[in-house]
């Protein structure tokens, strides 16, 4: 069951009954920008399906990443041999500063597309 509640209310009287709430929203620290790289899983196994023409992307470069500093060197590799561009380095680079290496997505095991082959 739904309930939709539409309130026609005065910024002051809102103030005054949520003191906290319009703090909260008036405040910049409560804001949060989505950035995050996500793949749908159906998505992906779709696309690694075919494995043999299946051309890995950065984000996929990124899941076999140990650590943040592989993380910025494999970045910076793509970019230097033009597999991604300068803005797209810089976005990743951000992600990867803001949010961490776990936002690109779970670590893939290397041996990811082997067992991907198996199923198959």
Request: aromatic share 8%.
């Amino acid at each position: 069951m739904e309930v939709r509640v539409v309130v026609n209310m005065r910024r002051e009287e809102f103030k005054q009954r949520f003191p906290h709430l319009a703090e909260e929203l008036d405040s910049d620290n409560m804001k949060l920008q989505i950035e995050s790289v996500r793949t749908v899983p159906e998505e992906a196994d779709k696309a690694a399906s075919n494995l043999s023409a299946y051309i890995p992307t950065a984000i996929d470069y990124l899941r076999r990443c140990d650590n943040e500093m592989d993380a910025f060197d494999t970045i910076s590799y793509l970019e230097s041999k033009r597999e991604i561009t300068t803005q797209y380095a810089a976005k990743l680079k951000a992600q990867l500063k803001r949010h961490g290496l776990g936002s690109f997505g779970a670590r893939k095991k290397d041996d990811h597309y082997q067992r991907k082959t198996a199923r198959t």
